[in-house]
């Protein structure tokens, strides 16, 4: 246990088990499963204006509220089951972005139908490989690139909401479009190698 806590990790890992074991096990790590995406994009766009920490801790109560994010149950949520979300408080009872939620799974199920997955569709923008960065200190990460202004872009005009630039280039630290892990991380070189595969995430209720 000493040793593990005693590895250099990012910055943001640092201030709670949580986000230390979401670091760890998962955070740029490379993920294909459209499951596994949604889940991120709801997520994503539920933290705007939020610590990502607020996320971590409800994430149960968003699988529960959000049909384990099946999308296509997602998509066929309706009005009153919107209604009832707004009185779930293991989830952020937010108006605007359960509705966006429902929209987004719809727009999801409509790029999954165009082009097979909704894998397939998001790994062009970085032609298909991870973005292996080397970034010396965390002032050097940036909050948005060229790559997450495209994504951003299109994912609008197929009709995502809460999908600006910087909440698309959190998702693709998220799902490992781009390796963000600072040089002196332990997990910088975990991930460019894949040494090692994702595992569950832990939800803790101390924090």
Request: proline content about 2%; aromatic content about 12%; some cysteine.
């Amino acid at each position: 246990m000493h040793d593990a806590m005693s590895k250099q990790r990012c910055f943001w890992a640092l201030h709670s088990s949580l986000e230390t074991v979401y670091h760890d096990r998962e955070w740029g790590v490379p993920a294909h499963d459209d499951r596994t995406l949604f889940e991120f994009i709801l997520l994503e766009g539920a933290q705007a204006g939020l610590s990502w920490l607020s996320i971590l801790r409800k994430r149960e109560g968003y699988r529960q509220a959000f049909a384990n994010f099946d999308v296509e149950q997602v998509a066929r949520f309706d009005e009153a089951r919107c209604q009832a979300l707004l009185l779930n408080s293991e989830i952020i009872r937010n108006k605007l972005k359960i509705a966006a939620a429902v929209q987004n799974a719809r727009a999801f199920l409509g790029i999954q139908e165009k082009f097979g997955s909704f894998d397939a569709f998001l790994w062009r923008f970085v032609d298909g490989q991870p973005r292996q960065n080397c970034w010396p200190c965390r002032e050097d990460v940036p909050a948005r690139t060229a790559e997450s202004d495209a994504l951003s872009k299109e994912l609008k005009r197929r009709g995502f909401v809460f999908v600006g630039s910087i909440i698309c280039y959190s998702f693709m630290q998220a799902i490992g479009m781009v390796n963000d892990h600072t040089i002196d991380c332990f997990r910088w070189h975990e991930v460019r190698t894949g040494e090692r595969k994702p595992g569950e995430i832990t939800y803790e209720s101390n924090h």
